[in-house]
């Protein structure tokens, strides 16, 4: 029967606040978070900033006290942009775990509301169903059928049959409900309850790292040491060469510094954090960042359809009753002879909570849409809603669970006893013996049984939801033996549009080689309608129900799954021999759920997704990903976020790989044919804070191509250097080192002074990269095909580095201190044609190319 909130217990909202202040918030202590300080000293903690900062103290001692003052200040910057970097990561990542936090439905001043299960205190009564996990310690005041699983504590696996007797029903927190529903009390919170008092095996689990940020930290390391190799020849050489070793040492001390792309893992994680928050607001919460990873690679997304593909709105459309199907905006409902029974089954056999106190009737029904359209069916006021179940007490009740797929009540009025039940029709017809018709009990024969199923067949057929109602009087026992003999009343049905965004969320999966199927425990012509008008499936051919499945082994269904879109009326352990196939085809996938039941199925996907409006804790815990707002579309734009932030971070690796690599080259040729050092090493530093740390960081947060999901998803064991990436580092670092080494000789060639050309060849190093930034916003697409403003960040970044170039050339105290010198018309020729002509050469030959 409906539940009338303003009759249920609990704690004002005035008495939780005072509570809460008493006993303080129900936490368990977590491992003492980094402090700022910490954060900011860590970007010092490298053995290659400690040895600069050795050498330039050194230089410093030996007179040379502006270069050693202005490294020092480099390096103090360029561990301040690390820091923000860091800190900005840190807080997102709070944010995100904030977010993610468990919830509970809790009564305060008589009315359900939901909170963070942080804010729960003592007295509270929490309302906890199948899937549920219990948010403190305490005791069920009210169960049915409730099992809960306490393996957490007790390793014991099997589950515990909580009674409704005091004493004999203590619950604890963190244990699962695995079964039934209930109300529960709250004793003990925090890290007072059992699990407080464990809480250091929960304090010691580490996260889990991202599977490319492990990979770039072993490139980090092969890097450093060839870069160390190089810059010790270059060293060595400059000392053969005659250079005094002091002025060598700080030379590769610098070089290296500069060279190594210390950065680069920070960087992913900061990409990734950023990718996620950008996911949070299109309703996507990430709960894992390895997630982030495999998004990019989906191929298959098996999506819920209720809720997710449509909108969840449910209105009842037509009525089977006495053996007709009545449309019920051509008829009067309570002219129908026989509703009242089918009033009375689907009104009482309902887990909808209705608030006398609002005046605003539609707001005032809370539960499953489902459950609230059979309200809505009947009445449109409370008054009328209190009227007909005043007086009405629910005794007993044997919750829907989705291997049955079905509920049944027991209600008693006037000392009364009727059972109800509610579910799926060919589940219902299975339990009947007897059918109710115009009013008059008589025997559920063969033909009647297939008259019932062909009128549901033809209301399936118009997307219509089926549930039927049926009734017994006699022979009520309180155990699972009511839902037998049972009387058939008849089945409504409702219909649930299509989401407005879902057709395109559709389309944009198959342009982008992703197949997009539906799974649903609806009827299987229901689900044939709603895909069809997606354009999800064409035909029946593309559909397997739950009973075909059972019937082929899991050979049979690895090559069913190839050619079928639609999966109807299974079961959650259909679901995951679903995934199981999908996966041994080679696919990437992505599965959502809800259920308790469903957990199994999203772990073992690639991406489990749970609903975050309608899903269980135990169902958010196994995923790595959360839908805010249960919608396909939001599944879709987090496939194409997961892309985008992939080609992003291939976007900063090549760009900091090939600048490093010029940087490395240019002083590498020059020792090794015996020419001057092309840059000294305060030159190579600024370079460094110049070029590598905001481009880098703008590329990060660059929108993605327009074609993105007009590509194929990449594999999964795909290396981030596949697909051309290491010859395009390859070649452009070296091209960037030759044309820096030649403007270098061009100006020697004229006769020009040495620090003239070192001012040349910084000049063209500099701006050579900051061409070349432009250059790795697209793998596809020429700089003359991507719209220079779609990243004002990477502008920005890109205009601040111009202006810090032009200031150490042209402000008199700068120019002193990085040895520069004020280019003229001449000088700024041999500049812009040597780091201009490659990236101009290859924009002409990609846009040929894609024209």
Known sequence: MVLEENTSPGLSTREAEKRLKTYGLNQLENKKKTSIFKILLSQFNDFMVWVLIGATVISGLMGDTADAITILIIVIVNALLGFFQEFKTEKSLEALKDMAAPTCKVYRDGRIKVINSCFLTIGDVVILEAGDRIPGDGEFIESSLIVVDESLLTGESVGVNKEDKRGKNLGYMGTNVLKGKGLFRILEIGMKTEMGKIAYLLQNIEEEKSPLKEKLDSLGKVLVILCLAICAVVTVLGIIRGNEIGEMFLLGVSLAVAAIPEGLAAIVTVALALG??????????????????????????????????????????????????????????????????????????????????????????HGDPTEIALINMFFNNGKDLTSFTDGVKRIYDNPFDSTRKMMSVIVKKDDKESCFVKGAPEKILERCK?????????ELTFMKKKSINDSLNIMSSRALRCLAAAYKEKDIKKNESIERDLIFIGFVGSIDPPRKEAHDAVLKCKLAGVKPVMITGDHKNTALAIAKSLNICKGA??????????KLTDRDLYEKVKVTSVFARVSPNH???IVKAFKKNGNIVAMTGDGVNDAPAIKEADIGISMGISGTDVTKEASSMILMDDNFNTIVEAVEEGRTIYDNIRKFIRYLLSCNLGEVLTMFLASLFMLPNPLTPIQILFVNLATDGLPAIALGVDPADSDIMRQMPREKKEGIFSRGLT????IRGTLIGLCTLLSFMVGRYF????????????????????????????????IFQIKLFTNPYLVVAVLISIIMMCSVLYIPFLSGIFHTVPLGFNHWAIVL?????????????LYFKTR
Do not use: W
């Open 751 to 782: 006769s020009m002074d040495l620090q003239t050309c070192r001012t040349i060849a910084l000049s063209t190093l500099v701006l050579s990269q900051l061409f070349h930034v432009f250059e790795c916003r697209s793998e596809r697409h020429s």
């Open 434 to 442: 007897y059918i109710y018709e115009d009013g008059i009990v008589k």
């Open 575 to 577: 679901k995951l021999r």
């Open 541 to 550: 051919d593309s559909v397997l129900t739950g009973e075909d499945i059972e």
């Open 276 to 365: 996620v928050s950008r996911m949070l607001k299109k309703n996507a919460l990430v709960r894992k960042l390895p997630a982030v990873e495999t998004l990019g690679c989906t191929s298959v997304i098996c999506s819920d359809k209720t809720g997710t593909l449509t909108q969840n709105k449910m209105t009842v459309k037509e009525v089977y009753i006495n053996g007709k199907i009545q449309e019920l905006e051509k008829v009067n409902l309570n002219s129908i002879k026989g509703i009242s029974k089918l009033k009375e089954a689907l009104i009482h056999c309902n887990d909808c909570t209705f608030d006398k106190g609002s005046k605003n009737f539609d707001k005032s029904i």
């Open 833 to 845: 044609t040597f780091s201009s002509v490659i990236a101009f050469i290859n924009s002409m030959y």
């Open 727 to 730: 010859e395009k580092i390859l």
